[in-house]
Each structure stands twice: as C-alpha cells, then as structure tokens.
C-alpha cells in the first residue's frame, strides 16, 4: 500500500503532498475552476492552510485557471450543446468562476455567432425530423418549445424568431415574445 493510503488510512485526512497528489488527479480527470477545486480540497485536508498554498503552487504551474476553463466551457457549450449565452453565463457562476471572467469568455466565444441561427440549431436538434416539416399549431406544444429555448439560454426575441420556422399562429408568438420581454426587460 501506498503512501498516500496509508496517510488516508491513519487520519481519512490527506497531508499536504498526498492533497497536492490529489489535486493533480483531479485536474487530470475534468478541468475544474478553481472554487470547485478548493471546496473538493477543503473536504480531504487535514489543515486547511494546506488548501491555499495548494491552489496557489498549482495556478504558479499553470494547471488552475479559471479563465481557461471559461473560454473552454463557453466554446464547448456554444459549439456542441447549442446553447445561449445567459446559460453559459449561469453555468460558469454556479462553477465558482468570478463574473468579468465568464462575461469575457462568454463574449469571446459568441461574439461571431447569430444568436437566432444558434436557437434555430437547438430547435432543429430538439424536433428532430419534424423540423421544417410540420406547421405546429398546437400553443401548447410552442409554448413548450418556446420555455425550452428559454432555458437553454436564449432571448425571447431570438426564440420567437427561431420558432417562425415551425409555428402555424405566428401572431400569438409574437405577443409571447412581447410579453416576455416586457416581463423580463431583455431582448
């Protein structure tokens, strides 16, 4: 047996080289930011002073940077998930990364992409077949589609618009985009 285990075994808390070894793996596995790093950290160590220093040793080695994870994660989501921006944003303040960070990354990696076109793709992936095929008449079922596009990060603007391709009362769209946008005061 290792070390490390051995240290686990006696204290179930790890030493500041066994944290370090730890954290090492950790970043090996998944890019993390670094508040989803610490709060991991702070659940093994035996001292807490240990974290910091920890964090602090692997930012000077360039493994933790919560600014490479944003630019990362925005260009990831953007590029397979199809999703908007204010749900990139979300996603990267629940991860702990610091609000000008994840505005610039998010800006960066959708700033020459159409937000209607993206919200279009999202439709097309969420009708499959159905897309460009059938005229949904049912306000039900747009209304569905219409809070799916909403959560999935885009305008209300952009969603209706990506809708039109796909709805048969187009005029009732509009007034759920309109009441949207008043409600909430974004486009």
């Known amino acids: 047996m290792g070390s490390v285990a051995r240290i686990r075994e006696r204290s179930g808390k790890l030493e500041a080289e066994a944290l370090y070894a730890y954290a090492l793996r950790a970043l090996g596995r998944r890019s993390l930011t670094q508040a989803e790093l610490e ?6 160590c035996a001292d807490q002073r240990d974290v910091s220093a920890i964090l602090q040793r692997l930012r000077d ?23 908007g921006r ?3 944003l979300g996603e990267l303040r629940r991860r702990g990364v610091n609000e000008e960070t994840a505005a610039k990354a998010v800006a ?14 999202y439709l097309r992936r969420k009708l499959g077949a159905r897309f460009g ?9 747009l209304a569905r589609l219409y809070r799916a596009l909403l959560r999935a990060g885009f305008g209300p603007v952009a969603v209706a618009d ?5 709805a048969a009362d187009t005029e009732w769209l509009e ?13």
């Open 86 to 88: 204010k749900r990139v």
């Open 133 to 141: 095929q059938v005229c949904i008449a049912d306000r039900k079922e």
């Open 39 to 44: 709060s991991r950290l702070l659940i093994r």
């Open 175 to 187: 007034a759920l985009a309109e009441a949207s946008v008043s409600d909430h005061g974004d486009a």
């Open 162 to 166: 990506a809708l039109r391709c796909v």
């Open 61 to 83: 080695a360039g493994y933790l940077s919560d600014e490479q994870v944003a630019e990362s994660h925005s260009a990831f989501r953007r590029e397979y998930a199809l999703i």
């Open 108 to 121: 960066d990696a959708y700033d020459d992409s159409d937000e209607i076109e993206l919200a279009r793709e």
